[in-house]
């Protein structure tokens, strides 16, 4: 069984910056896309940044220009860097790998803004 383990989360202070790694537990295969999602309290899970196999990547509008999101496919690997941070962006992220068979998804990790 694969496992997603993210890290890289906590407090901060408004225009800090983080970076969020996710690491499979054993290397994924045929991946099509590696991405991140957040979920704020009240709110659904949207998605924050994705990258396909091909390196070619999307962002949520909210995000563009401070966030960036890269991928080490020898090691299932992807990484969110996020700077010039806001409130806003307080929520629990997670990490995710779409294949043909399966998705994978990460237990979650807390990024919280301070103003």
């Known amino acids: 069984q694969v496992q997603l383990v993210e890290s890289g989360g906590g407090l901060v202070q408004a225009g800090g910056s983080l970076r969020l790694s996710c690491a499979a537990s054993?290397?994924?295969?045929?991946?099509?896309?590696m991405g991140w999602y957040r979920q704020a309290p009240g709110n659904q899970r949207e998605l924050v940044a994705r990258?396909?196999?091909?390196?070619?990547?999307n962002y949520a509008d909210s995000v563009k220009g401070r966030f960036t999101i890269s991928r080490d496919n020898a090691k299932s690997t992807v990484y969110l860097q996020m700077n010039s941070l806001k409130p806003e962006d307080t929520a629990v992220y997670y990490c995710?790998?779409?294949?043909?068979?399966?998705?994978?998804w990460g237990q979650g990790t807390q990024v919280t803004v301070s103003s």
């Open positions: 990258i396909t196999s091909g390196g070619s990547t």
């Open positions: 995710y790998i779409d294949t043909p068979l399966h998705d994978y």
């Open positions: 054993k290397r994924i295969y045929s991946i099509n896309f």
